[in-house]
């Protein structure tokens, strides 16, 4: 146990990104494939936010002083990132939802034995 006492939050997110990462690589249903992307998408943001933290820091409004003062661009690059990934999700689900209704399948397999 005394391994689980050192991890930091930024290990979780990596361990995360890797589950994320072995889901998509061996789900044979598209909806799993693409919430395991998700889950993916969502470990890379937090750990590029949890590498920014800084504690007691402040944040950049006009009149604020104090020892540290937040970055604010990597903050904006990961809003940014959200979005897109909100994006991505959402134009998967609109080819899922046409590939399910041509072939009435959800399963990986099936969809590429039917085109080969």
């Keep these: 146990m005394e391994i689980i006492s050192r991890l930091d939050l930024s290990h979780l997110t990596v361990v995360l990104f890797f589950i ?4 998509a690589m061996t789900q044979r249903n598209i909806i799993k494939t693409i919430i395991s992307i998700n889950i993916m998408d969502i470990a890379a943001i937090a750990f590029f936010m949890l590498a920014n933290y800084q504690v007691g ?27 897109i990934g909100v994006s991505v999700t959402a134009m998967c689900l609109a080819m899922y939802m046409r590939v399910a209704y ?3 399948t959800a399963d990986w397999d099936i969809l590429i034995r039917r085109n080969h």
């Design 102 to 104: 041509r072939y009435d």
């Design 57 to 83: 820091a402040t944040p950049p409004i006009l009149g604020s002083s104090g020892p540290v003062i937040s970055d604010p661009v990597p903050q904006a690059l990961m809003i940014t990132a959200i979005v």
């Design 20 to 23: 994320g990462l072995y889901g």
